[in-house]
């Protein structure tokens, strides 16, 4: 499995951007693909998750109403729709993708970096 993730950049507050995160080296039908980020000396965190085949979504609470995650299944693309942008969204932003039935992400993209500036 292969991710690529990109749309990261700086952004003032109060904006939005939008991540994508290619897939390739299989089919995901099986698969649960995932947003996660990092900021600064913090712990990775779970953002979002999608269920590729019908397409069922999971939100961590900090997340629900200003962020959306969403696939193209003709694409293999996975995205996160980000509003209403804070300073403290500012992270490095992975996807991932994990097998139905497990229960650990075991693939990764390299990240794409979200500043959000005051």
């Known amino acids: 499995v292969q991710l690529q993730a990109s749309g990261g950049g700086l952004v003032q507050a109060g904006g939005s951007l939008r991540l994508s995160c290619a897939a390739s080296?299989?089919?995901?039908?099986?698969?649960?693909m995932g947003w996660f980020r990092q900021a600064p000396g913090k712990e990775r965190e779970f953002v979002a998750s999608?269920?590729?085949?019908?397409?069922?979504?999971i939100y961590a609470n900090s997340f629900k109403g200003r962020f959306t995650i969403s696939r193209d299944n003709a694409k293999n693309t996975m995205y996160l729709q980000m509003n209403s942008l804070k300073p403290e969204d500012t992270a490095v932003y992975y996807c991932?993708?994990?097998?139905?039935?497990?229960?650990?992400?075991?693939?990764w993209g390299q990240g794409t970096l979200v500043t959000v500036s005051s």
């Open positions: 999608i269920r590729w085949t019908g397409g069922s979504t």
């Open positions: 080296g299989r089919t995901f039908s099986n698969y649960y």
């Open positions: 991932s993708a994990r097998a139905t039935g497990t229960s650990n992400y075991g693939s």
